[in-house]
């Protein structure tokens, strides 16, 4: 369905296939998180949180759980010590690319306007 077929239906967003991406996606860090995983997977949390700088280690725990549990994010725990953990994207996260590309053409385009 396109955002054509509901004008003028929509009481809640969140009951639109927008407002559900709008709530997997959505907020500060997800979409980084997706960007930064997409670029070099696995990625182990502190490498992450490295890559990112300004996100604090409970925000990006929050954040990967729950792209794990909106089946976004695959997390892999090696039983060793010390423990070793890596985060990588499902094939869901895959099918998102095409849309964050298309972001960052938009981003080409209109930066320096």
Not at 9 to 35: A, E
Not at 41 to 67: A, H, M
Not at 90 to 113: D, F, I, M, Y
Request: hydrophobic share 35%.
């Amino acid at each position: 369905m396109s955002m054509a077929e509901y004008k003028g239906k929509v009481k809640h967003i969140q009951d639109t296939p927008f407002g559900y991406t709008i709530s997997v996606i959505g907020g500060k860090w997800k979409m980084v998180i997706i960007y930064l995983l997409a670029e070099n997977q696995p990625v182990r949390f502190n490498d992450l949180k490295r890559q990112i700088g300004t996100i604090t280690f409970k925000t990006l725990s929050s954040q990967l759980k729950e792209l794990e549990a909106d089946g976004l994010v695959k997390r892999k725990e090696y039983p060793q010590v010390p423990p070793k953990v890596e985060y990588s994207l499902t094939h869901k996260a895959e099918t998102l690319l095409p849309v964050l590309e298309e972001l960052c053409e938009w981003g080409v385009k209109n930066q320096n306007n």
